[in-house]
C-alpha cells in the first residue's frame, strides 16, 4: 500500500499565493507519475498539473503560466506553487500518484486539501 499525505491548503485572497505539497510514503514502489488534480462543488474532477517520470510537466490551459508543479524524487514529493490565483481556482485539490509496486502499476489518490479563493 502506498500512502498520499498532502498539506498547504487554505484560504487565500484573490491575487495570492499558496503551494500545496504531498508526499508519497510506503514500502517497495517506484513513482511514476505524479499529479494533481482539483474537484469544485458540482464539478467533475479536472487535471491541473502532472510531473512524469522523465521529467515533463502537463498543465491544464486554466492554470498555465500561474501553476508550476514540482518534484523532489528522492523524498517522493511533489509540489504544486499557485500563483496569482483566482475565486475559479476554489476547489477540493488531490494529490495522484502512479507507482510500480512489487511489478504491478497501481494508482493512488490523496485525501485532498481544499483551497478558497475569496476576499
Known amino acids: 500500500q502506498v500512502q498520499l499525505v498532502e498539506s498547504g491548503g487554505g484560504l487565500v485572497q484573490p491575487g495570492g499565493s499558496l503551494r500545496l505539497s504531498c508526499a508519497a510514503s510506503g514500502r517497495n514502489f517506484i513513482v511514476n507519475t505524479m499529479g494533481w488534480y482539483r474537484q469544485a462543488p458540482g464539478t467533475q474532477r479536472e487535471l491541473v498539473a502532472v510531473s512524469t517520470s522523465d521529467g515533463s510537466t502537463n498543465y491544464a490551459d486554466s492554470v498555465q503560466g500561474r501553476f508550476t508543479i514540482s518534484r523532489d524524487t528522492a523524498k517522493n514529493t511533489v509540489y504544486l506553487q499557485m500563483n496569482s490565483l483566482k475565486p475559479e481556482d476554489t476547489a477540493v485539490y488531490y494529490c495522484?500518484?502512479?507507482?510500480?509496486?512489487?511489478?504491478?502499476?497501481?494508482?493512488?489518490w490523496g485525501q485532498g486539501t481544499q483551497v478558497t479563493v475569496s476576499s
Open positions: 495522484n500518484a502512479d507507482v510500480t509496486r512489487r511489478g504491478t502499476r497501481a494508482n493512488y
